[in-house]
């Protein structure tokens, strides 16, 4: 099997319904979001998670992001608090993932929520929102990458990877932000705002809009938190070198914001996330960057340090579970 790509400026119409009918047959389509390609799969059925967790080559069942229209279709499955009601508002559609108690009369399947009492909600912006609401149920999608590797951000990424274990692939162009979205939890004891994962919303603006400092967890609690989240998570097949202020011959360079790096004329490939310093730029080219630096053949990719502020948070995490010691990779 081949996937077959359809284009969404070309063919709008056609893309929603061809999406729709593979939806309805039960199987992942790969689809193009804001933060990454997602591979989507109705979250109400067994069988098309399953085809997620399959067509990944996951060895574990991990919670997955479920994907809504909007608050309304949210309220169907989990029980709003008034602090995550208020970021919904704010920030949906968008790249906010909010962890919330489910309905007991949820319909969402187990596996895909891996049998936990919550689930991750995040409504998507632009064709992926237009799908859901023609679909009308939410749609589970982790990244449409096989286990361990970069998330995709164009159709042409998931093409590569997975065009032979999909029937069809939505071309949407590149990823605007990027990086997957943040995902947060109001922890219902205390009403402290979780950060589980940090990503293409920044946590500044979560707590501009909540009016509190989010919390931070590091350590093994973090990885509980938010299952699936390995270290080594974002692996590339070179290994990965932080904070390199000169290089070795031979290896590759990600640089940032146009910061000269000692015997950068002897890498193998030199890339700038971003020549101006923009956060937001870098996000956006991160991972296309990694996988470029990948395929220049270099056994390292060396990245100069990237300021951790705003979405630099996000930046330097997947850079860091890039980095990662491979062990017990998933
Ligand atoms: O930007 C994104 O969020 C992308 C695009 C496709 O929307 N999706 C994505 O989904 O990254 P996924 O399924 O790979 O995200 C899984 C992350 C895991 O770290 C998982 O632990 C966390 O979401 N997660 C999901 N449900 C959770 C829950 N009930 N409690 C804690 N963490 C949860
Ligand atoms: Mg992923």
Redesign the pocket.
Known sequence: MTAEIINITHEPQRAISEASRVLNDGFPVAIP?E????LAADATRADAISHIYETKGRPQF????C?VCDIEMAERYAVFDPASRKLAETFWPG?L?I?LPLRKDSTIHPLA?AG?E???L?C?EGFANDLIRDFGRPL????ANTSGKISPTSARHVMDDLGDKLQLIIDGGSSPVGV??T?I?VDPETGAILL??P??LAAMHIADAAGRDLERRSGPAAII?????LASHYAPGASVRLDATAIEPGEALIRFGGQPVAGAEKAAIDLDLSPSADLAQAAANLFEYLKRADASGASSIAVAPIPNEGLGEAINDRLGRAAAPRDGEE
């Open positions: 979001t933060t990454v390609y997602g991990n919670p997955l992001i994907h790249p993932t962890v929520t936990l919550t689930v991750g995040r998507p589970a999608a982790p990244s997957e979205s995902i939890r589980l994962r990503g293409g938190e938010a299952p699936g989240m």
